[in-house]
């Protein structure tokens, strides 16, 4: 059944009252047509529960805009979403990547993440490449997808608002990973469903990381917002030291936008519910609104939490991982890389839901809370224990776990 307006509805009794679902509901394909987003392939999604959000066709069908109500969820950065024909992913020193980033949901990977490292490529047989130079946070974030299809599917008296594509990220004498993407959400519903599963298609044993980048901002994120979520450890901070406490952020608590911040990073353990899920929460209590992102410990064993409260990017981002906050060289010392061979895949689900009331709220605090209590200080002392990522310990054949 679907759940509109204060009605409970069947199929016949919904489209009795509409000429066509996308009176109320459905998703739209449309293309930008301006500035540095002009090109770009946008299908835009709306429940009819006030859950309206963006996917960008063309850069690997990550998700721009979300609001609910009127009320905004998603960052969006002075990069604007801009096409990928204008990306130079080698350029100021592998860092360009930063002029593209934007958007509620930003993909990192399919074969690097994190900050620009000088990799073994010994696993290509090629001898013109025996290192590569990744830039940060990999490339597949700017490739456009292959639409495959998009549109309503009623399920018996449920209708799904879906969209399919495929990503590939290829290379000659180099990868050839496919991410096949798959995004629903539920007429009168109000959480996104994202679906992922990566493919090496090629015939080299290929690495293989992804993190998913979940940036929100004002009015959700305000100051005093507070992000809920349940930590047994603080393993590392990117400010550790003596700026550990200077700029007054903790890891719970939302600053306001500030003029000269420095962004953050942390790195908790979670844990997981018996369904092995690890629920985390961003509440803005002065709103009654908040924003809940569900992943799964056995796919996404890692997780960071990235605030930068500086004005005029003001954004916390919520960055569930395969791998450790050290990067890819660490996952090869470690035996923490994920190696495909052909034909091997990996799935990855991440579920988005707002909280429009009270009573969601409360709920979601205290199932996270039941899973683990989070420590109570701001500035929680840092353990650096990097737990072992298990299964990953077999290396191909003339690999090597670091240069």
Not at 46 to 60: E, H, I, N, Q
Not at 233 to 254: F, M, T
Not at 313 to 332: D, K, M, V, W
């Amino acid at each position: 059944m679907v759940k509109l307006y204060g009605q409970t509805l069947n199929r016949r009794q919904l489209t009795e009252r509409t000429g066509l679902l996308s009176q109320v509901a459905g998703v739209r394909l449309s293309t930008l047509s301006d500035g540095v987003e002009r090109g770009i392939r946008m299908l835009e999604f709306r429940t009819g529960s006030g859950l309206r959000f963006t996917v960008l066709v063309d850069r690997a069908m990550d998700i721009a805009d979300c609001d609910y109500k009127g009320l905004g969820i998603a960052w969006n950065s002075p990069t604007g979403f801009r096409n990928p024909a204008l990306h130079e992913y080698e350029g100021e020193n592998g860092l360009a990547w930063a002029r593209s980033f934007s958007g509620l949901l930003v993909t990192c990977g399919l074969d690097h993440i994190l900050g620009p490292e000088k990799v073994p490529a010994s696993n290509y047989n090629y001898p013109g490449k025996t290192t590569i130079r990744h830039s940060l946070h990999g490339r597949v974030g700017n490739i456009p997808a292959r639409l495959t299809g998009y549109g309503e599917t009623w399920e018996g008296h449920r209708c799904v608002l879906w969209a399919e594509g495929i990503i590939q990220q290829a290379a000659v004498f180099g990868e050839n990973l496919h991410l096949v993407r798959r995004i629903e959400a539920d007429v009168g519903g109000n959480e996104v469903r994202v679906s992922d599963r990566v493919i090496n298609q090629g015939f080299m044993p290929t690495p293989h990381m992804i993190f998913y980048h979940v940036n929100v901002s004002y009015p959700l994120l305000d100051e005093g917002s507070r992000y809920v979520a349940p930590i047994t450890d603080v393993i590392w901070a990117s400010h550790a030291g003596a700026e550990y406490a200077s700029q007054n952020a903790g890891y719970k608590v939302a600053l306001g936008p500030q003029q000269s911040f420095r962004e953050q990073v942390w790195q908790h353990e979670l844990a997981a519910d018996g369904n092995g899920d690890v629920p985390v929460a961003i509440i803005n209590d002065r709103l009654g609104l908040g924003f809940e992102v569900v992943t799964s410990k056995a796919q996404l064993p890692c997780a960071y939490v990235w605030q930068n409260y500086q004005a005029g990017q003001y954004a916390l981002g919520i960055e569930p991982s395969t791998n450790h906050a050290l990067g890819e060289t660490f996952a090869r010392e470690r035996d923490e890389l994920i190696w495909l061979e052909h034909g091997d895949a990996r799935s990855y689900d991440v579920k988005l839901r707002v909280l429009d009331d009270r009573e969601q709220i409360d709920a979601t605090e205290r199932r996270i809370e039941a899973i683990s209590a989070a420590p109570a200080a701001d500035f929680p002392a840092m353990s650096n224990r990097f737990p072992p990522l298990r299964g990953r310990e077999a290396r191909p054949n003339g690999a090597v776990a670091s240069q």
